[in-house]
Structures are given as structure tokens and as C-alpha cells.
């Protein structure tokens, strides 16, 4: 079910946003969906991390929420780390729980076309299996030669 997105579209859409809820974040600094949320914060974004399974511990400064719902004051975009098969809650959360959400952004791998109407239905941009950090770094020079630029830095130089 590949979708096409316009350079365009989301160099907008990375601009534009700049509260960014992360669910199914990781406190493991070596999974993806912690450096994607660690290099977001570095690039400027508030970055909102949610997982019930470490709410209220501390990650890169921020309170782990359990749910988007406990999040005041709104986020423009949602990043999803979760499967594909557990993306209808979470975007029927996000939209019940902020009316000024712009974005849904699911992870490489996730895609759910169902929770994807319903968001565009309400006006959401929609983003499936891409990540908002090697999009970044692809549409503002940031890749390095050899490939994409993880953020992780090994400790056996």
C-alpha cells in the first residue's frame, strides 16, 4: 500500500511542526525510536515522549506520558513506533485528545490506511512508513556519504 510523498509535502510538514508526541518510545538509547526522538530534540523540537510502560520516568528531559490524552497542551505532530495493527487507537487518542493536531507520522513499517482516512477525514496530514529523522536529514543535507547519519555514536572507537 506504498504512498508517494512530495519532497515538498514533507519538508512542510518538518517546518511547520514543532511539539512532537513520540509513542512507543524507548529508553533503550540502541532502538530506533529513541535516537529518532533524541534527534528531534537536538534539531529543536519539543519532543513529547509516550509509553505506559515507563510513564513517569525522564527521557532526554522530558516526563514519559502514558498516553497522548495526558499531554497538555496539544502537539502538532504524532510519531508512532508501534505495529501497524495498533495505529486505530492511537489515532482515534490523538484526535479526540488535540483539535489543533496537524500530523500523523508512522514509522517505517507501520502503515494503516483505515487510521489514515479517518485522520485525513478531519483535516491531519498523514505520513506512513517513512521516519520524520532520516527525512530530515535527506531534505536538509544531513546525510553523510556513506548513507544515513544514525545519531548513535559507538563507544568502541
Request: hydrophobic share 40%.
Amino acid at each position: 500500500m506504498s504512498e508517494h510523498y512530495s519532497d515538498d509535502f514533507l519538508k512542510t510538514i518538518l517546518k511547520r511542526t514543532r511539539r512532537v508526541a513520540v509513542v512507543g518510545v524507548s529508553m533503550n538509547p540502541v532502538r530506533p525510536s529513541n535516537y529518532v526522538a533524541r534527534y528531534m530534540g537536538l534539531k529543536g523540537y519539543e519532543v513529547i515522549p509516550v509509553n505506559p510502560g515507563h510513564a513517569g520516568e525522564i527521557l532526554y528531559g522530558q516526563t514519559v506520558r502514558a498516553t497522548l490524552s495526558e499531554i497538555e497542551g496539544g502537539v502538532d505532530m504524532v510519531d508512532i513506533f508501534r505495529r501497524s495493527d495498533h495505529v486505530p487507537p492511537i489515532v482515534d487518542e490523538a484526535l479526540s485528545a488535540f483539535p489543533e493536531l496537524q500530523t500523523i507520522w508512522m514509522q517505517i513499517g507501520v502503515e494503516n490506511a483505515e487510521a489514515a482516512e479517518k485522520a485525513r477525514a478531519r483535516g491531519v496530514d498523514v505520513v506512513m512508513n517513512r521516519c520524520p529523522k532520516i527525512e530530515y536529514q535527506r531534505l536538509f543535507g544531513e546525510l553523510r556519504m556513506g548513507g544515513f547519519a544514525t545519531g548513535v555514536i559507538s563507544s568502541k572507537l
